[in-house]
């Protein structure tokens, strides 16, 4: 299986055309699976973001869907409280969201494995009693914000789950985009000699405070971006959107689908998403299953189903 994966990833044409077929699933399935679908490529973006992060930095961020939340309530308060047009939010929540990444990490940039991850799981903590206890009577407490309005793109209302769609495949192909360049830009390679020897790296002029902190503020700022899409898409956010377990699944789709590697996180979107959608009317006997699954994956290939290539 991994070989012929392999395979696959050598056959550069393969994604950019699978990506351009997706621009047709409006076209071709029901509203059902185009929303799921429209989900996808937000949790998509959400993971890449967490694997610079995890995947090329080597940093263990448990609390990553703190700054999805950003993203979301910033949207959500412009646009409700302040009649922002919801697509103009967006630079904002980035913005903010990268902002509050790069200032949560400083405090805890020079930690390592398991107390890093223990200090972003209370960020996470934080964020929660934050949004639920109505931070600044505008987060709406328990029950969130609701009428996020309709996103207007040159005239165009959005209103239908195909145009949400497009909106949503775009930008996870830009974020593709990005990351690929990423892969090859001296901030990547910098990212991981850090992950592989941070002492070795260091010798040769790579500051690992300051490259850390870039990653997480990046990581950060992509995470806002999927924020707001999300908020578009649903309508309405609420604290329970942006819990300690949403943050365990992104955790878990990078290290079950591969680190460092943009198939495997796609991959990995995949499997912890779109299958358990299909498969909802066993309720909540799938998560044992996929769980028994996870296990077998860190037994069988703890480099994750689809690896990097330097894996």
Known sequence: ?????????????????????????PLLLNAN??????????????????????????????GHAVYFGIGAY?????????GWPILWTLPVAILIAGLAGF?????????????????????NEIFQLAMTNNLFGLTGGPNGIFGIGVPTLFGHALQSQGDLFWLDWIALGLVLLLIY???????????????????????????????KLWAFAL??????????????????ISPGA???????????????????????V??????????????????????????IAMIAVMILRPQGLWPSRSS
């Open 266 to 291: 796609l991959l990995g979107t995949a499997l912890m998403f779109v299958v358990p959608q299909v498969f909802r009317e066993l309720a909540n006997a799938r998560y044992f299953v996929f769980g």
């Open 219 to 236: 990581a950060a700022g992509l995470a806002g971006a999927a924020g707001t899409l999300f908020a578009i898409q649903l309508s309405t």
């Open 103 to 123: 200032l949560l990490a400083s405090p805890i940039v020079r930690l390592r494995g398991d107390y890093l991850l223990v200090a972003t799981i209370g960020f």
């Open 33 to 62: 699976w185009i929303t799921i679908l429209a989900l996808f490529s937000i949790y998509a973006i959400l993971a890449l973001s967490q694997d610079i992060v995890l995947g090329r930095a080597g940093m263990y961020d448990m």
């Open 242 to 264: 942006f819990d300690f377990t949403q943050s365990v699944t992104l955790f878990a789709i990078v290290i079950v689908g591969g680190q460092a590697s943009i198939p495997g």
């Open 74 to 82: 910033v949207s959500a308060i412009l646009n409700v409280e302040f």
């Open 1 to 25: 299986m991994i070989a012929s994966l392999r395979h696959l990833e050598q056959a550069r044409w393969i994604g950019p055309l699978l990506y351009a077929l997706g621009f047709l699933v």
């Open 181 to 211: 360049n990423l892969e090859r830009s001296e901030f990547g390679r910098s990212l991981r000699y850090l992950k592989e020897d941070e002492l070795a790296a260091s010798s040769l002029g790579v500051n690992p405070r300051a490259y």
